[in-house]
């Protein structure tokens, strides 16, 4: 009866396609849901395009800190309208359903870990936004899994943008982004870094380098989404 009045009162849309939906739904109606664009094809090691002739376009020939990378669906479609809504539209409440089909890709593939974390955001865009989606999926996939959450890195304030670089430029500009956070000492524990968009696998690379230098024993990252890196092959 509570969710019927806040629907009347509060009326909610759908996130994919605009459509009324039940607040309980997450601002996702069974449609959209049935319409996600999941990746049936990918490296089995960093979730990138399906490699030709054996050699992936992405990791292979480089240090790769990650001992997996998984990826839900590719950013296009459905997917790309509810990480754009809970980004930019502000709808953080998408972060429940987002995190609810990480941990089916999870389970899907039998992946635990000790700890679970995210790619973190300086403190300028963090007050721009007013949230990291990385940390709000991250949550909520420790919430269902019972798993704990932690912030485990850092980002430095000051560093270029990833976003008109190459796929070559990418991997050298991130070096040193990132940091462990004060007291993570992870002594050996296995970590799973949750952040929303997959496109050249810099990111959350640097990342595991810095979780492997605070101690982990190994790091599996999971992103919602993989953009399209054919354009950065040519820069």
Same mark, same amino acid.
């Given at each position: 009866m509570i969710e019927l009045f806040a629907d009347i009162l509060f009326p909610s849309r759908c996130a994919g396609c605009g459509r009324p939906v039940s607040s309980q739904m997450n601002f996702l109606c069974s449609s959209c849901a049935r319409a996600i664009p999941f990746l049936d094809r990918s490296c089995p090691v960093c979730s990138g395009p399906e490699p030709e002739n054996g050699t992936c376009t992405v990791c292979s020939g480089r240090r790769w800190y990650l001992d997996t990378n998984i990826t839900v669906a590719a950013y296009s479609g459905i997917m790309k309208n509810l990480l754009r809504e809970l980004k930019f539209g502000k709808v953080r409440r998408l972060h429940a359903v987002l995190g609810a089909l990480a941990c089916d890709e999870l389970s899907a593939r039998g992946v635990s870990a000790d700890l679970i974390t995210w790619v973190p955001m300086n403190a300028k865009k963090l007050r721009h936004r007013g949230f990291n989606q990385s940390e709000l999926i991250a949550r909520a996939v420790s919430k269902k899994t019972g798993i704990p959450s932690r912030r485990l890195l850092s980002e430095r304030s000051g560093t270029g943008k990833q976003r008109e670089l190459g !796929?070559?430029?990418?991997? #050298?500009?991130?070096? *040193?982004?990132?940091?462990?956070?004060?007291?993570?000492? @992870?002594?050996?524990?296995?970590? !799973?870094?949750?952040?929303? #968009?997959?496109?050249? *696998?810099?990111?959350?690379?640097?990342?595991?380098?810095? @979780?492997?230098?605070?101690?982990?024993?190994?790091v599996i990252s999971l992103t919602m989404a993989r953009a399209d890196i054919k354009r950065l092959e040519k820069k």
């Open positions: !796929l070559r430029d990418r991997f #050298i500009n991130i070096l *040193g982004r990132y940091e462990a956070a004060p007291g993570a000492r @992870l002594a050996g524990q296995s970590v !799973l870094l949750v952040d929303d #968009i997959f496109t050249t *696998g810099a990111t959350i690379n640097e990342c595991a380098r810095q @979780l492997m230098n605070a101690g982990a024993r190994s």
